[in-house]
């Protein structure tokens, strides 16, 4: 969706380049955390999730880390291509929640240059 | 159709008008969950559904009331919004509660 009127962090790079997203959460009770792509016109689509007892998982092309100490996330992309084009948004919830309250984060708005 | 289908995808209303927005989901999904998604804030959770009883309601006015008829419908009726409910209405679902969410493509709602 079209995000008039929100300043997203932007990270511009060029294709071929790895991404790196960087993401950091609040609750310390949280043990999911997942990353979603949505790209323009469409919904959250779900790229990749890592649960609190691991702290690195990686997907094809892409890898998430978490830091539980400095309650830091990220995602790598590797081998950026034009599709990668799109707003990444990391996602948090926890146990205590039955995980209904998915806490989203602001978002990070990845340009890949051709 | 396959996934989580939405529709209206735009809408325009008046302060005064009542709407309803209408979400389906054709992957035997037992979970669906409306979201708001403004261009001011991260995306909000508002309800959560589970096997057609709202499990969830995240302190959303009244002027929001969802509906949940059978497991793979969810509407969010709306009546007397304001300006800043202008926003991308999200639904999702999910296999189970706290299960991997498929959102639906949204609905572009601006009130004047």
């Known amino acids: 969706g079209e995000s008039v009127g929100l300043h997203l962090p932007t990270l511009s790079v060029q294709e071929g380049d790895n991404s790196i997203i960087n993401c950091a959460y609040s609750?310390?009770?949280?043990?999911?955390f997942i990353w979603y792509k949505q790209e323009s016109g469409k919904g959250p689509q779900f790229i990749i999730d890592?649960?609190?007892?691991?702290d690195k998982r990686q997907g094809q092309r892409v890898t998430v880390l978490l830091n539980k100490t400095v309650k830091h996330l990220s995602l790598q992309i590797a081998a950026t291509q034009p599709g990668d084009s799109a707003v990444y948004f990391c996602?948090?919830?926890?146990?205590?929640?039955?995980?209904?309250?998915?806490?989203f984060g602001p978002g990070t708005s990845l340009s890949v240059i051709p | 159709e396959t996934g989580v289908t939405q529709t209206p995808r735009h809408l325009v209303m008046g302060m005064t008008n009542k709407k309803s927005l209408k979400c389906e989901q054709h992957?035997?999904?037992?979970?669906m969950y409306w979201y708001k998604q403004s261009a001011k804030k991260p995306l909000e959770l508002m309800f959560v559904?589970?096997?057609?009883?709202?499990?969830e309601n995240n302190s959303v006015p009244s002027r929001f009331s969802p509906e949940c008829p059978n497991s793979s419908h969810l509407f969010l009726h709306l009546h007397t919004l304001q300006p800043e409910d202008s926003a991308l209405y999200l639904c999702?679902?999910?296999?189970?509660?706290?299960?991997?969410?498929?959102f639906g493509p949204g609905t572009r709602l601006t009130v004047l």
């Open positions: 559904y589970s096997l057609e009883e709202r499990v």
């Open positions: 999702a679902s999910s296999r189970v509660r706290g299960d991997e969410q498929f």
């Open positions: 609750n310390s009770a949280s043990d999911y």
């Open positions: 996602a948090e919830t926890a146990a205590e929640t039955s995980y209904d309250k998915v806490i």
């Open positions: 890592i649960r609190s007892n691991m």
């Open positions: 992957l035997g999904h037992n979970a």
